[in-house]
T-cell receptor, first 110, second 113 residues
Framework: QKEVEQDPGPLSVPEGAIVSLNCTYSNSAFQYFMWYRQYSRKGPELLMYTYSSGNKEDGRFTAQVDKSSKYISLFIRDSQPSDSATYLCAMVYNNNDMRFGAGTRLTVKP | DSGVTQTPKHLITATGQRVTLRCSPRSGDLSVYWYQQSLDQGLQFLIQYYNGEERAKGNILERFSAQQFPDLHSELNLSSLELGDSALYFC????????????FGPGTRLTVL
């Protein structure tokens, strides 16, 4: 079993839809949780990070962490074609040991 | 633009060869991280340097090595290259030695023929 599981998709939604991206993990020692967005042929770009259970909102993006279920989510409201990218979850333990999910490829169709 | 620069953008070489990838972190960042991204393995953490010293090691092969220089730029050396080393190699930087705010460079695409 991988430490971090993420459905690779692909996921295709119409413009304006609410998108839900998810990761599960097995290591309860993970301390920080992040979401990265990666456009084709570009480096990952940090979208959000959090270290506690609950929700964190930033514009159209909401990151949700449920440590008891070892489950994290990223919600995108009012999705736009410019949101089309691969989304990677990432988790950190021991302050500098990082694990990434496989990434979910999202396409938002106009 | 994250402020992290990587050179070269593309590199094509043959099996058995050695290459060096270069990374300049964002101004003020002391930590540099190296990652490998391939289709079958996803994004894999290789190694981290903080202010010139090795801080953490991930899934880095013995054929690979890295260093961070006094001006904080870093180099990743890959030797005895194999076909399976073909991948995107990313460098990221952060202010501190923790990994909660890493900024990634554009990557170097390595093709081993």
């Amino acid at each position: 079993q991988k430490e971090v599981e993420q459905d690779p998709g692909p996921l295709s939604v119409p413009e304006g839809a609410i998108v839900s991206l998810n990761c599960t993990y097995s290591n309860s020692a993970f301390q920080y949780f992040m979401w990265y967005r990666q456009y084709s042929r570009k480096g990952p770009e940090l979208l959000m990070y959090t270290y506690s259970s609950g929700n964190k909102e930033d514009g159209r993006f909401t990151a949700q962490v449920d440590k008891s279920s070892k489950y994290i989510s990223l919600f995108i409201r009012d999705s736009q074609p410019s949101d089309s990218a691969t989304y990677l979850c990432a988790m950190v333990y021991n302050n500098n040991d990082m694990r990434f999910g496989a990434g979910t490829r999202l396409t938002v169709k106009p | 633009d994250s402020g992290v620069t990587q050179t070269p953008k593309h590199l094509i070489t043959a099996t058995g060869q050695r290459v060096t990838l270069r990374c300049s972190p964002r101004s003020g960042d002391l930590s540099v991280y190296w990652y490998q991204q391939s289709l079958d393995q996803g994004l894999q953490f290789l190694i981290q340097y903080y202010n010139g010293e090795e801080r953490a090691k991930g899934n880095i092969l013995e054929r690979f090595s890295a260093q961070q220089f006094p001006d904080l730029h870093s180099e990743l050396n890959l030797s005895s290259l194999e076909l399976g080393d073909s991948a995107l190699y990313f460098c990221a930087s952060s202010v501190s030695g923790t990994t909660d705010t890493q900024y990634f460079g554009p990557g170097t695409r390595l093709t081993v023929l």
